[in-house]
């Protein structure tokens, strides 16, 4: 008889822990599935965010020495952006469009010569073979015509959105950032938004080391070229910048167009092509970005790679593109909210200042 009043407050207390256990994992299953089912509107949004950045970047500065308010601050951002990028147009923009023009010319020429040299026996046939199969054929993109149109109106009405977006966000950090906090128990709203801004300045020490390896890069990759002899060196240069924010795939894709282009003046040019993006990607991973990186975010190349796969299957190409800045928010909430707070182990908090840090 005695043991029946402390058995039954034990099952009850048995079955709320696995109603809790059980509502923690279709709560969890239900982020999955929506994260999934929203994976174009997170991208964007996390697009916009970006564009945040670089604004508050160059906006802030503006503010702190000018003593501007902060959304006038944002908007002469926005000016000086714009001012740059018509400048670079009219300075080498001529130049630069039209070794794109030849370069997408000659582009064909160096696949036919790669199955041309492949042809003299018979495992390069088969290899001639396989690329001819992969080589689209013109009646193919001219019956997808439509569709490729409908899929850049598509991309530019997602730019667009992005951008502005991205400008409302610069304008109004502070909107974002107690709306997302707000979501979280009151007693943890603080930490919450201690790690938004710390997020938010990991992501700007980010993007500038990645605009700085970016430049290097490029500019590396376009003297190599230039002196190794393969043609339109600048625009083969610009595409290395641009695919090293891709993180894994962009250096090899880069890379095609320029060992293309080589195969058209000789097999040496082609291997002298070849090596001088190995040798930047191996000074780029060697010694530009641990040296560029310093205290933003240092991502472990085999993480990179998981993330990679991952957001590539979740968002698809935005998701590869965006891999790196995606993994670089998620390190720093995941090292702050969880191992830190809530773990309560020492670790560094990517973004944080050196007292908060401590």
């Known amino acids: 008889m005695s043991l029946e009043p402390t058995r039954a407050p ?19 299953v239900g982020l999955a599935l929506l ?14 965010i970006l564009v945040a950045v670089i604004l508050r970047a160059i906006g802030d500065p503006i503010s702190h020495y000018t003593r501007l308010p902060h959304k006038v601050s944002v908007l002469i951002a926005v000016l000086l952006i714009a001012l740059f990028i018509a400048a670079a ?151 290395s910048a641009v695919m090293e924010f891709i993180p894994i795939v962009g250096p090899f894709l880069a890379a095609v167009p320029g060992i293309l282009l080589a195969l058209l003046d000789s097999t040496g040019t082609a291997l002298w092509a070849a090596g001088v993006y190995l040798a930047v990607q191996q000074l780029e991973s060697d010694v530009i970005t641990p040296y560029v990186i310093n ?22 190409v935005m998701g590869v593109i965006l891999a790196a800045p995606m993994l670089v928010v998620a390190i720093v909430l995941t090292s702050q909210l969880y191992v830190r707070d809530s773990l309560h182990h020492d670790v560094r908090i990517p973004g944080a200042g050196k007292d908060e840090d401590d």
Not at 201 to 218: D, E, F, N, P
């Open 10 to 28: 034990n099952e009850a207390q048995s079955i709320a822990l696995t109603a809790r256990k059980t509502a923690v994992v279709l709560l969890l």
């Open 89 to 239: 147009s009219w300075l080498v923009g001529s130049r630069i469009n039209a070794q794109f023009s030849d370069m997408w010319q000659a582009l064909p020429q160096g696949w036919d010569q790669i199955q041309q040299r492949l042809s003299g026996s018979w495992l390069g046939n088969q290899v001639a073979s396989s690329l001819q199969e992969a080589r689209p054929d013109v009646r193919d993109i001219a019956a997808r015509l439509g569709v490729i149109v409908a899929s850049i109106g598509g991309v530019l009405t997602d730019l667009l959105l992005v951008l502005f977006a991205g400008l409302y966000l610069a304008l109004a950090p502070g909107l974002f950032r107690e709306g997302l906090a707000k979501l979280f128990p009151k007693r943890r709203e603080d930490e919450v938004k201690s790690a938004l801004d710390n997020s938010g300045r990991a992501l700007r020490k980010w993007l500038l080391a990645q605009l700085i390896s970016m430049t290097i890069v490029g500019t590396l990759t376009g003297l190599g070229l230039w002196l190794a002899g393969v043609p339109y060196p600048i625009a083969l240069g610009l595409v």
């Open 35 to 48: 994260t999934y089912a929203l994976a174009d509107v997170l991208v964007l949004i996390f697009g916009a």
């Open 295 to 316: 205290e933003a975010v240092s991502i472990p190349p085999a993480l990179t790679l998981m993330g990679v796969l991952i957001l590539g299957a979740l968002f698809g």
